[in-house]
């Protein structure tokens, strides 16, 4: 088979990391064909800890995990990796918005822009998991200057899935059922959850729902602030559902989109639909031959434009946030 794929985990000793390194281990990140060399990094205190997640990963005697490194210096855990998942945050906890996270959380990423910078493979790809992610992208593709920047992308997938099962549930079909469901803007709870050009069995999805104050008053909140419920509700932030987006993301990144479908990741905007270029935005997204294109030519109605604009302003003041902080 091929030569292994590097994959660099950051945060390997925390929740999502848990959940997420064992169905790398098994393949379902890259591929059954695809063996991986993990290389986890985590802060000193929690090295013994990823040490002992490393144990259990040999106990798992997966047939594609070529080998598993544990760092605590960034440089060194970047060394030739090919996929990225940056994961390492501070987590939100009760009471708190993603917002308060961006001073505590942005530097951190300056030093890991600067290692993928350094010393990635060439083909690099990267996707940030920690909160504020859109923004902490950001600032690891600004300390990044010569990795081409549609390589650092934020996770939105886990609002992409959530609106599935919130439809799903909604009009009772299948999640397989739906397609072209898009988040647009930041992940948080300003995002916007868009409905009006799904696909439900064929049929239009809001036309299929045809309850604007399903949409406006639960739907759409719902899928916004579903990670303060799940912290509200069970006590600490999404973890597996979390990790498991994670996978969805950089397997679709890799092994191409569904034809007649997309999905959402928050990518570097080119200018399209009114995002300012360079801010890393969710959008309608396909991939093919290894890269993000955004879908193009979706008319957007009023009360879609209006909640995109909102988000895309967010994004905004948290980009001239890190800016005064010196972060970017
Ligand atoms: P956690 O606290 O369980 O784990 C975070 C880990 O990161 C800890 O082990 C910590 O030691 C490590 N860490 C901190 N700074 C680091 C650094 N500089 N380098 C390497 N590792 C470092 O948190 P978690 O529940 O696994 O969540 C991780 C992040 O993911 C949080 O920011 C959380 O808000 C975010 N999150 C994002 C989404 C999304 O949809 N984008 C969903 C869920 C959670
Ligand atoms: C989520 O969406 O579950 C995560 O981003 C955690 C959070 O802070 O909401």
């Known amino acids: 088979s091929d030569s292994p794929v590097n994959v660099t985990v950051t945060g390997a000793a925390g929740q999502i990391g848990y959940a997420l390194l064992f169905r790398i281990a098994s393949g379902q990140l890259l591929g059954a064909n695809?063996?991986?060399?993990?290389?986890?990094?985590?802060?000193?205190?929690?090295?013994?800890?990823?040490?002992?997640?490393?144990?259990?990963?040999?106990?798992?005697?997966?047939?594609?995990?070529?080998?598993?490194?544990?760092?605590?210096?960034?440089?060194?855990?970047?060394?030739?990796?090919?996929?990225?998942?940056?994961?390492?945050?501070?987590?939100?906890?009760?009471?708190?918005?993603?917002?308060?996270?961006?001073?505590?959380?942005?530097?951190?990423?300056?030093?890991?822009?600067?290692?993928?910078?350094?010393?990635?493979?060439?083909?690099?790809?990267?996707?940030?998991?920690?909160?504020?992610?859109?923004?902490?992208?950001?600032?690891?593709?600004?300390?990044?200057?010569?990795?081409?920047?549609?390589?650092?992308?934020?996770?939105?997938?886990?609002?992409?899935?959530?609106?599935?099962?919130?439809?799903?549930?909604?009009?009772?079909?299948?999640?397989?059922?739906?397609?072209?469901?898009?988040?647009?803007?930041n992940h948080s709870a300003t995002q916007y959850p868009d409905l009006f050009h799904a696909e439900v069995g064929g049929r239009n999805a809001a036309e299929a729902v045809n309850d604007e104050q399903w949409l406006a008053e639960e739907f759409i909140p719902r899928v916004a602030k579903r990670g303060a419920e799940i912290i509200e509700v069970r006590g600490a932030s999404s973890a597996a559902s979390a990790a498991s987006a994670a996978i969805d993301h950089v397997y679709d990144w890799v092994n191409g989109t569904a034809e007649g479908d997309w999905t959402s990741a928050a990518i570097v905007s080119d200018g399209s639909y009114g995002v300012p270029a360079g801010l890393i935005s969710s959008f309608p997204v396909t991939s093919s031959g290894g890269s993000w294109q955004i879908v193009q030519g979706l008319d957007i109605n009023e009360f879609s434009r209006a909640r995109i604009d909102a988000s895309v302003a967010e994004l905004e003041e948290e980009r001239q946030a890190v800016e005064r902080l010196g972060l970017i």
């Open 34 to 185: 695809t063996p991986v060399k993990l290389r986890l990094l985590e802060i000193p205190q929690a090295v013994r800890a990823a040490e002992g997640t490393a144990l259990e990963l040999e106990d798992g005697a997966f047939p594609l995990l070529a080998g598993v490194d544990v760092f605590d210096d960034p440089k060194a855990a970047f060394s030739g990796t090919n996929v990225a998942l940056l994961v390492g945050a501070r987590p939100r906890t009760k009471g708190m918005e993603r917002g308060d996270l961006l001073e505590a959380n942005g530097g951190i990423f300056k030093p890991q822009g600067e290692a993928i910078n350094a010393g990635a493979a060439d083909d690099i790809k990267v996707l940030v998991v920690g909160n504020p992610a859109n923004t902490n992208a950001l600032i690891a593709q600004r300390h990044a200057p010569d990795v081409p920047a549609d390589r650092f992308t934020a996770m939105t997938r886990l609002d992409h899935n959530r609106a599935l099962s919130q439809l799903s549930r909604k009009l009772s079909v299948p999640v397989s059922q739906i397609r072209k469901l898009t988040i647009w803007g």
